[in-house]
């Protein structure tokens, strides 16, 4: 009866041996952390789902890790075949012994399916289920498999599973530069990690180091001199407030995972679980530089709120990103997702259109107080900044370079209703638009994100970009999931593109003050380069949106609820920051000057009369025109001028209402 049953047992062996050949390699994939990078592919930021994992191979481990762990955990894994049968007549005795449980005796590749397959439930059928898939491991993989799944799935206690990411957590390092010393403390934790881990226990982590440690020398995995020394090495922890991964840019962050989903088509469970690398166009020098601004500009009292996004001009891609003051506070990304009134930022899409259709930058209109009618019976009267006017004709280059309102209202309505809207659609912004007078001075709401994408359109001599957050996804096998195509398809007329951007640096030209100061006064001192832009404003927002040829940054402020800001300091921040941070994020780049296009010429022109300077009328700024619309007349000498001047007053006064808005 004994041989029966000997070669009943032998041949169910058997029979369970060739099934699980038969059924094959059970899946070991596990959840993965997904990494992001920045542009210079350092780490930003991660996402865990269940907890920190990354696969290492077997050979990017420490050789002592790995010994320390089979000393500790299974000295015969390289000689069972998944069970260690005198282990558990070990334990089983002393069990008995001791009346409870004292003594494990699962083997690695018992806990490694476990990690994979099972839960922690203590049950016959969960015990039978662990060896099923213990056989199947160990028939279908090598032991340097099962090994490496076991050491990249084992748990580590605080929420970190596998040696690659218990190394960067207890020591700041990979799991291939783990010492000896190290390589026993971690080796130390599975067993019981809330109870082993340094942070929460420091004197029994200590013990069982020591333990693993004088196992692996009785195994001769050491010597006695490198016990010794590893018993006297000083542990070296890192700090235990383990870094949030949305502290470095929490805003742009959520903006990647979001571009994973629309643009780059990945699916939500393959960015939580996949293991991806994701290698995002941040600059974290300029990310700091743009909340270094926000953070020495506004106090903290205040319940203020901002927004700043700075690009790269050519590409589009995203170099970084504030979507307010506090993300713990507020995750809201005001940045992407607030429509908030742009005010006068609006005027390049308006004058860009304007250039189109004949005007020029010397065209005279005359800024005076006007009260406008429109749709049959309405009225619309806007008013310049402090209530200062030209009362003469100006510009339209100083027009934009003072933010003269009634020019831009009288432009707009001159070019019909749906020009600007129009216009604005081909500068990429998508946000409804009134067609109503006060369009013209940025009445309807947009994103910020919009209006800094609409600006590196101009910057880029009217070559179409749209915001782009990353720039490649690789999979956890190597693979390319994802890698952004950058297009430069022309939208917009490249020679009055140019003549807008010459245009737009004349916030920062005082020769262009007049009967007010240029807007970009109180800012101009402190620039040391070219930079083209606009600033704006509304009764609840204040904006400074500009470029230089590398980098496009727009700043918003204002508050949540549309509180108006009366604090006059409030008003200057969106200038200060926006100045002061491109100073900053440029300082280690090359001084780049706007370059002409081929079919535009530039002249010397009088800023009062629109007129070629000479000596008669020096005071002038060279202006570029499109070819064929620059001025050929000189200027005439003052007295000339004055009477000119006395003339073309006389001449107002018998011209009807639209021939006084409309001169040319």
């Not at 696969?55 to 069972?80: G, M």
Request: overall charge negative.
């Amino acid at each position: 009866i004994s041989g029966f049953l000997i070669l009943l047992c032998t041949v169910m062996m058997i029979v369970v041996f060739l099934l699980a050949k038969f059924m094959g390699a059970p899946p070991v994939a596990v959840p993965e952390t997904t990494v992001f990078y920045d542009s210079k592919n350092a780490e930003i930021g991660e996402i865990s789902v269940g907890g920190e994992r990354h696969w290492v191979t077997l050979e990017e481990i420490s050789t002592s890790l790995v010994n320390a762990t089979l000393a500790i955990e299974d000295q015969s894994f390289y000689e069972h075949h998944g069970f260690d049968f005198k282990r558990l007549a070990g334990a089983i005795i002393a069990d008995i012994k001791a009346m409870a449980k004292v003594q494990g005796a699962s083997t690695i590749t018992q806990q490694y399916a476990k990690n994979l397959y099972l839960t922690q439930e203590k049950t016959f059928l969960r015990k039978l289920a662990e060896a099923w898939y213990t056989i199947r491991l160990e028939v279908n993989y090598s032991k340097e498999q099962i090994l490496e799944g076991y050491l990249n799935t084992i748990y580590y206690g605080h929420g970190v599973y596998g040696v690659e990411a218990a190394a960067q957590f207890y020591f700041g390092k990979a799991a291939k530069d783990i010492t000896l010393d190290e390589a026993a403390m971690l080796a130390g934790i599975p067993k019981g990690p809330s109870y082993y881990s340094p942070y929460n226990n420091k004197e029994k982590a200590i013990s069982r180091q020591q333990l693993i440690l004088s196992a692996m020398e009785k195994q001769h995995m050491i010597s006695k001199e490198a016990l010794t020394t590893a018993l006297q090495e000083p542990l070296h922890l890192q700090p235990f407030e383990k870094e949030n991964d949305k502290t470095i840019a929490p805003y742009f962050q959520d903006e990647v995972k979001k571009e994973l989903e629309t643009k780059a088509h990945i699916s939500k469970e393959l960015i939580e679980k996949g293991g991806l690398r994701v290698y995002t166009t941040l600059d974290k020098d300029i990310q700091a530089a743009a909340e270094k601004q926000i953070a020495v500009t506004i106090p903290d009292a205040t319940e203020i709120e901002t927004a700043l996004v700075a690009m790269n001009p050519k590409t589009g891609e995203v170099k970084a990103l504030v979507g307010g003051r506090n993300y713990t506070k507020s995750p809201f990304n005001r940045a992407t997702q607030a429509l908030r009134q742009p005010g006068s930022t609006f005027k390049p899409f308006l004058y860009y259109a304007a250039l189109q259709k004949g005007f020029t930058p010397t065209t005279q209109l005359k800024s005076e107080y006007t009260s406008f009618s429109y749709g049959g019976s309405q009225t619309y009267t806007p008013e310049n900044y402090h209530g200062y006017y030209a009362n003469d004709f100006i510009s339209m280059a100083q027009a934009l370079a003072v933010s003269d309102n009634i020019y831009a209202v009288k432009t707009h309505l001159f070019l019909g209703e749906d020009a600007l809207s129009t216009t604005a659609q081909q500068f990429g912004i998508s946000a409804k638009l009134d067609k109503v007078p006060s369009l013209a001075l940025g009445a309807s709401p947009v994103k910020p994100i919009e209006m800094v994408n609409a600006y590196g359109i101009i910057a880029n001599g009217g070559k179409e970009i749209t915001p782009s957050f990353v720039k490649r996804v690789v999979d956890a096998d190597g693979n390319i999931l994802y890698d952004a195509k950058l297009g430069s398809k022309q939208i917009l007329d490249e020679d009055t593109t140019f003549v807008l951007t010459d245009m737009m640096t004349g916030m920062f030209d005082t020769s262009l003050s007049g009967y007010t100061s240029v807007t970009g006064q109180s800012i101009a001192s402190s620039l040391t380069r070219p930079y083209a832009g606009k600033s704006g404003s509304t009764k609840a927002d204040s904006w400074m949106i500009g470029f230089s040829p590398q980098l496009v940054t727009g700043v918003w402020i204002g508050y949540d609820q549309g509180k108006n800001i009366d604090d006059k300091q409030e008003q200057k921040y969106s200038k200060q920051i926006w100045a002061n941070f491109m100073e900053d994020a440029l300082q280690n780049t090359a001084v780049e000057q706007f370059q002409p296009t081929q079919n535009v010429v530039g002249v010397a022109v009088n800023t009062e009369t629109g007129k070629l300077a000479n000596d008669s009328c020096p005071n002038s700024r060279f202006t570029y025109f499109v070819k064929g619309t620059e001025p050929t007349e000189y200027c005439a000498s003052e007295e000339k001028e004055v009477e000119t001047k006395e003339e073309r007053k006389k001449e107002e006064k018998e011209k009807k209402w639209y021939e006084k808005w409309f001169p040319f």
